[in-house]
C-alpha cells in the first residue's frame, strides 16, 4: 500500500501558549492531517482541535499570495521590488522629514522567535528608533511587570508537570478548558486524580465542575480576593516565617495592610462569602504543594500588574515558590507571547527584558550590529495610536497583528490607521487592518517556517516546515531581513538558525541555546552556555539585587468602570474553543461549522428583566460604543454580567472597549466593561454598529 503522505514533520502548534508538539502530514504541498507528538513536553500525546483540525487555513483561497499596493481605493498586484521600493522610498522619506520616530512596528507574538529579534532588529537598526511592541501589551504585559518586580524574570517557575506534583491549585480568571484546552484537561485529570482545585472567575467556567471549591467575584475585585486570602493565612498561622526571614524583603508592610481585608470586609467588595474565602486560603495554604494559574481575567484590569504581584505575595507568604508542585503558573494567550517579548519586541527592553538605556547592554548590541541605538524608551501600542491620532507618529509596520480587530476602543484605532500617511501590513490574509494598508506583504503560517517558540513554561521548542508558502508568499524572516537590507541594514542572517546564534551570544539567559540541544524536548530558559536549562525557578535564591523576592503592600482600588443607572450590566470578554482571538485562521477551517458566530451570555434573571429572549438579537451599548448580537441565556454567567467573545468581525466587540488600561503596563481593561443591554429593533440585523464615542 503507497505511504499516506509524502512527508510528516514535527513542529510546534501555533495557536495558544501552551506549545503542543505535533506531526504535520502533507501530501502534494498540502496539509492532509496533524496529530499529537507522543513525547511533546508539554503536550504529552495529546492536542485540542484547533491544533489537530484547524489547518486548512493555509491552503485557504483566500490567502494572500503576492504583494499588494494600494492604489485610489483598490489594490494591485505587485512584485516584491515594486512593493519593497515603495516601502523604502516612503519610509526614507518620513525619516528624512520628521525623524526615526515618526515611525513605528509591531511584532507578532504568532511569529517565531527568530521573526520578532529580527523585527525589533530592523526597527532599532535600520530605522533608528525603540518605537516597536507587540500584543503582550494587549494581555500578559501585566504578569512580565509583576513577576520581574517581584522574583526578578518574566517567566512561569515551573512547568506544567508542577500541576500533577501539586496538592491543590488555584486557578485565577483562566477559562484553561476552552483557551488552553490540552493544560485544562491536565488541570481536570489532577483534579480527578484528588488534587484540591479552587477556581476563581465570574463565570462558572467548565472546571468549577471539577473544583472543590467555585468563587465567583466581582469583575474587577480580584486584589480583594486575593488581600482576602492573604488575611486568612497570616490569621490561621499559615505564613512560612522562615522563608520570609532568609529569602525575601517588605513582608513587614503588607502584614500590616492584609490585616485590613477580613474575609467579611472582601465579602462586601467582592461578592464572595467570607466563608468561601476562608476555604480557599485553607485549601491553599494546607497543601504541601500547591500552585496558582491565572490568565487575561487577572492581567486585562486597571490594575491587573497590581494583583500579580499580590499573588505573588501569597506564594512567598506560604514558601510555595522553587520546589515541584508549588509552581506559579500565567497561562498566556498566543503561542509566541511570552517569546516575542523575551526577544526585544518591546519599547523599553533588548532580550531578556534588558533596559535600552543600560549603557552596557547598549553598547554590545552596537557593536554586534554596527550601528549607534537610541537610548530613549519608544512608545507602546496604545501611545502610537494616541500619536498617530496626534499627526507625530506617520507611519507603522504591522506585522501579523489585527489591531482593528483585537485591539480596545476600536473607533480610535481606526481613526489612528486612518490618519498614518502610510502603512505596511504583512499577513497571511487579509484582514480589518489591511484595510488601511499602503502595502500588505503576503507572510507565512506557522506550519510554513523554520524557528522556535516560547511556550507559557518559558519552554523553547523547535518549528519547522511541514509545506512552503503559497504562491510568491515568502516566509516573515525571509521577507523582515531582505527589508532590512533594501532599508540599508544587512543583519547577515542566511537562516533562522543565524538569528538564534547571534540571540545566544547577546544573552546571558539563551547563552546555551542551540537548534541542537533544543531538540525534541525543548530547553527552558534561563539556559547555561554549557545547555543546562531551568524548568524550576527560584529554588535558591530570586534573580534581584540581593537575591531576594520583594513584597509589595497594594491594597484594593475599584476597577475602571462601573456599572450604573445607565450601563448595569458589566461586560466580560474572553475565548471559546473552536476558534482563536480573531478567528483570522480558524474562521477558514472547518471549525466554523462547530461554531459559526460570537453570542451574548446573559443571566436569564437579567434576561427577563430586559425582555430579551433566548436566541434574540439585541443591542450591546458601552460608553464608548455599540453592537449588536444574539442573545443566549445561562446560568454559567452571574446575575449582573454578561459574556462575550471576539471571534468574528462581523461583531465588533472592542467596539465597547474603552481606553481604560493598567496603570503599570498599559494592558486595556477588557474585564470590567459597563453596558446596557435591550432587544435590537425589528430593522436593525446583527452587525456592528460605529461608535457613539
Known amino acids: 500500500m503507497p505511504d499516506r503522505f509524502d512527508a510528516t514533520t514535527t513542529t510546534t502548534c501555533g495557536y495558544c501558549g501552551v506549545g503542543c508538539r505535533l506531526e504535520a502530514h502533507a501530501r502534494d504541498g498540502r496539509i492532509v492531517s496533524i496529530s499529537p507528538a507522543l513525547d511533546g513536553p508539554a503536550n504529552h500525546g495529546h492536542t485540542c482541535l484547533k491544533g489537530r483540525f484547524a489547518h486548512q487555513f493555509t491552503r485557504s483561497r483566500d490567502r494572500l499570495t503576492s504583494p499588494l499596493i494600494r492604489e485610489g481605493d483598490r489594490f494591485r498586484s505587485a512584485t516584491w521590488q515594486e512593493a519593497f521600493d515603495r516601502i523604502t522610498s516612503e519610509l526614507g522619506r ?3 522629514a520628521h525623524g526615526p520616530d515618526a515611525i513605528a512596528g509591531l511584532a507578532s507574538s504568532r511569529a517565531t522567535n527568530e521573526d ?35 522574583f526578578g524574570l518574566s517567566g512561569a517557575t515551573g512547568t506544567f508537570d508542577d500541576i500533577d506534583a501539586a496538592g491543590a491549585a488555584l486557578l485565577i480568571g483562566a477559562n484553561a478548558t476552552e483557551g488552553h484546552p490540552v493544560a485544562g484537561a491536565r488541570i481536570k485529570q489532577a483534579a480527578l486524580r484528588g488534587m484540591k482545585l479552587v477556581t476563581i472567575d465570574p463565570r462558572r467556567i467548565e472546571l468549577a465542575d471539577h473544583a472543590v471549591l467555585h468563587l465567583s467575584p466581582r469583575p474587577g475585585t480580584n486584589a480583594a480576593v486575593v488581600l482576602a486570602l492573604a488575611h486568612v493565612v497570616l490569621r490561621d498561622g499559615f505564613v512560612d516565617h522562615d522563608f520570609i526571614a532568609r529569602r525575601t524583603e517588605g513582608f513587614e508592610a503588607v502584614e500590616q495592610l492584609v490585616g485590613l481585608y477580613a474575609p467579611d470586609v472582601v465579602e462586601e467588595i467582592s461578592g464572595v462569602p467570607a466563608g468561601d474565602l476562608e476555604a480557599a486560603a485553607h485549601i491553599y495554604a494546607e497543601a504541601a504543594e500547591a500552585s496558582i494559574l491565572w490568565g487575561l481575567g487577572v492581567t486585562e484590569h486597571l490594575y491587573g500588574s497590581e494583583v500579580v504581584q499580590l499573588i505573588c505575595n501569597l506564594a512567598m507568604m506560604t514558601g510555595k515558590v522553587g520546589r515541584l508542585g508549588s509552581a506559579l503558573l500565567p497561562l498566556r494567550g498566543q503561542n509566541n507571547v511570552q517569546g516575542s517579548s523575551d526577544m526585544g519586541a518591546l519599547p523599553d527592553t533588548l532580550t531578556a527584558y534588558r533596559r535600552v538605556d543600560d549603557e552596557d547592554t547598549a553598547e554590545a548590541f552596537e557593536a554586534r550590529w554596527g550601528v549607534g541605538l537610541s537610548r530613549s524608551v ?5 501611545e502610537m495610536f494616541d500619536a498617530a491620532v496626534a499627526g507625530e507618529l506617520k507611519a507603522m509596520y504591522i506585522f501579523g497583528e489585527d489591531v482593528a480587530q483585537t485591539d480596545p476602543d476600536t473607533a480610535h484605532v481606526v481613526h489612528a490607521l486612518e490618519s498614518l500617511e502610510f502603512l505596511v501590513c504583512q499577513d497571511i490574509f487579509e484582514t480589518e487592518t489591511t484595510k488601511y494598508a499602503d502595502v500588505i506583504l503576503p507572510a507565512s503560517s506557522f506550519l510554513e517556517k523554520t524557528g522556535t517558540f516560547t511556550n507559557a513554561e518559558r519552554r523553547i521548542q523547535l518549528v519547522r516546515p511541514a509545506i512552503d508558502p503559497p504562491g510568491d508568499a515568502r516566509t516573515d524572516f525571509d521577507i523582515i531581513t531582505a527589508l532590512s537590507r533594501a532599508l540599508g541594514h544587512d543583519m547577515g542572517f542566511e537562516s533562522p538558525e543565524d538569528a538564534m546564534r547571534e540571540i545566544a551570544a547577546l544573552t546571558p539567559h539563551f547563552a546555551g541555546v542551540t537548534y541542537e540541544r533544543i531538540g525534541r524536548k525543548g530547553l527552558l530558559w534561563p539556559v547555561a552556555p554549557d545547555g543546562t536549562d531551568a524548568p524550576i525557578l527560584y529554588g535558591e535564591r530570586f534573580d534581584l539585587p540581593g537575591e531576594r523576592g520583594q513584597f509589595a503592600a497594594l491594597p484594593y482600588k475599584e476597577p475602571g468602570d462601573a456599572a450604573d443607572a445607565e450601563f448595569p450590566l458589566i461586560l466580560v470578554t474572553g475565548r471559546r474553543l473552536q476558534h482563536y482571538n480573531a478567528g483570522t485562521m480558524t474562521r477558514r477551517t472547518a471549525n466554523l461549522e462547530l461554531l459559526d458566530r460570537d453570542w451574548l451570555e446573559i443571566h436569564p434573571g437579567d434576561a427577563e428583566r430586559l425582555g430579551v429572549a433566548d436566541g434574540e438579537s439585541v443591542e450591546v451599548r458601552s460608553r464608548v460604543g455599540q453592537i449588536e448580537i444574539e442573545a443566549r441565556l445561562t446560568e454559567r454567567i ?13 461583531v465588533r466587540t472592542n467596539l465597547l472597549v474603552g481606553s481604560s488600561s493598567d496603570v503599570n503596563t498599559s494592558c486595556p481593561e477588557y474585564k470590567v466593561i459597563a453596558v446596557a443591554v435591550r ?4 430593522r436593525a440585523p446583527a452587525r456592528a454598529l460605529a461608535a457613539t464615542a
Open 94 to 96: 518620513i525619516k528624512d
Open 638 to 650: 452571574e446575575p449582573g454580567h454578561v459574556f462575550t467573545a471576539f471571534h468574528f468581525p462581523d
Open 378 to 382: 519608544g512608545l507602546t501600542i496604545p
Open 116 to 150: 520578532c529579534y529580527a523585527m525589533q532588529r530592523l526597527m532599532r537598526a535600520a530605522i533608528g528608533t525603540n518605537n516597536i511592541d507587540n500584543c503582550s501589551r494587549v494581555c500578559h504585559s501585566p504578569t512580565s511587570y509583576a513577576m520581574r518586580r517581584s
Open 679 to 682: 432587544p435590537a429593533s425589528d
